[in-house]
């Protein structure tokens, strides 16, 4: 038995408040969730729920087992996020250099990367400001004029 599992499927049996209610919540069946109550009541020795047909209710060492799994589980997922946001999400400050006119959208976060958008139509003002990136309208028949003349060079 996978007690750790057993206990996530624990908490999740009492924050539903029902077997059923849990099974639907997790992608397992309803026999495999009574299975790991039961393994779990075997393991300790204890009963930690009772079950009627209309409700479920926690034994004191139920309880105990409830409160106890809830903090273990939700220690363990700190630690994931920790561990894995550090090297999975970017993060850091983006400074973006618009025009005037695009600068409406103003500082945005996003995850862990913090947006700020810097207005400036002077160039002089943008290499003052250093922005991570600079955009920058542009005329499209400009830029093909460009490519023919790299065309016309080959």
Do not use: C, N
């Not at 204890?46 to 139920?62: E, M």
């Not at 850091?92 to 995850?111: D, K, N, Q, Y």
């Amino acid at each position: 038995m996978d007690r750790l599992a057993a206990m996530a499927t624990f908490v999740r049996v009492v924050d539903s408040g029902s077997l059923s209610g849990a099974a639907r919540s997790m992608p397992t069946s309803l026999t495999s969730v009574s299975r790991q109550i039961a393994a779990l009541e075997e393991h300790y020795g204890t009963p930690l729920i009772v079950r009627t047909t209309r409700r479920l209710s926690l034994t004191d060492d139920g309880r105990l087992l409830y409160e106890r799994a809830k903090a273990v589980l939700g220690e363990l997922k700190d630690i994931e996020m920790s561990l894995s946001s550090s090297h999975r999400h970017p993060s850091g400050r983006l400074r973006i250099s618009a025009p005037t006119l695009m600068g409406h959208f103003g500082a945005v976060t996003h995850g862990e990367i913090s947006r700020g958008i810097l207005t400036a139509d002077e160039q002089g003002v943008i290499v003052t400001l250093r922005p991570s990136v600079t955009l920058r309208p542009y005329r499209a028949e400009g830029l093909s004029r460009i490519r023919r003349r790299k065309a016309e060079q080959r």
